[in-house]
């Protein structure tokens, strides 16, 4: 079971005498989780949206002998219904939680580079998509994304995204929205498709940013990233609000998952 894997591995941190917020247990379904990618060790941020950001957790300096492949930063995190934090360095296989908001313990190990993450309304489940990393001047590779349920423990393959097809330049960024699968290139101008019978459409050909992080918001909005201190809300990648302003270098941005979100 889960919860055997999680005692087995849990691991206390005292962090230089800051109190670590009892995040799972206490954010509420309106707090944003940011990741700062750059950032090392890695950490894991948290806003209302109308406050300043405060750091909930922060990653060890160097890798815990429990999961000793594991890249010590932080760059994309999703949330599940019941609140609860999943996060990757985005370099390796590491899939990574906090249990009861404390204590940093690796969940799952994919043979690959974890790209990005995504939940639904599904418990224990988490997505994730994988592209490798090119080597010795390749062309970049397809994609992956799976679904991985923790109480399994072995993902499954939901969608193949070939490169081919939209252009190249996709590098795992997704989301999850009302039970479609949402993909994003990496560039100057984002290209959004929606996988649809399996195949991508570009449904956004006017976004004017680079998207790094891309979440779906209890309001059917898309809230993203782009590098920068800003969270952006939007309905359509053209007209867009500020959600949230600071200044870190953020890449990616997470909501708590509806409970009623569709699965793909």
């Given amino acids: 079971m889960l919860s055997r894997v999680f005692v087995r591995h849990a691991k206390a941190f005292s962090i230089c005498g800051l109190a670590l ?9 309106e707090d944003f989780y940011l990741a700062e990618g750059g950032a090392f060790p890695g950490w894991l941020l948290q806003s209302a949206g109308t406050t300043a950001e405060r750091i909930v957790h922060f990653r060890a300096s160097r890798p815990d002998p429990a999961y000793p492949r594991a890249v010590m930063k932080l760059a994309q995190v999703a949330v599940g219904p019941d609140g609860k934090a999943y996060y990757v360095s985005g370099l390796d296989g590491s899939l990574m939680h906090l249990l009861d908001g404390r204590h940093e313990i690796q969940v799952f190990e994919f043979p690959g580079q974890i790209r990005d993450l995504a939940c639904t309304g599904e418990e224990h489940t ?16 397809d994609g992956r994304i799976y679904r991985l349920d923790l109480w399994e423990g072995r993902p499954t393959e939901i969608a193949v995204i070939n490169q081919a097809e939209i252009g190249g330049n996709w590098w795992g960024t997704f989301a999850i929205h009302s039970g479609s699968i949402h993909i994003v290139t990496f560039e100057d101008r984002s290209r959004i498709f929606q996988l649809a019978g399996g195949r991508p459409v570009q449904v956004f050909a006017d976004n004017g940013s680079r998207i790094q992080g891309l979440t779906v918001g209890a309001d059917g909005s898309f809230y993203f990233t782009t590098g920068s201190g800003k969270v952006y809300r939007t309905d359509d990648f053209v007209r867009l609000e500020t ?16 409970a009623d979100a569709l699965r793909p």
């Fill in 21 to 29: 917020a009892a995040f799972a247990g206490s954010a509420r379904s």
């Fill in 126 to 141: 988490v997505y994730f998509s994988a592209v490798p990393t090119p080597q010795n001047g390749e062309p970049l590779a």
């Fill in 243 to 258: 959600a949230i302003y600071t200044e870190r270098s953020l890449t990616d941005v997470a909501l708590r998952a509806a």
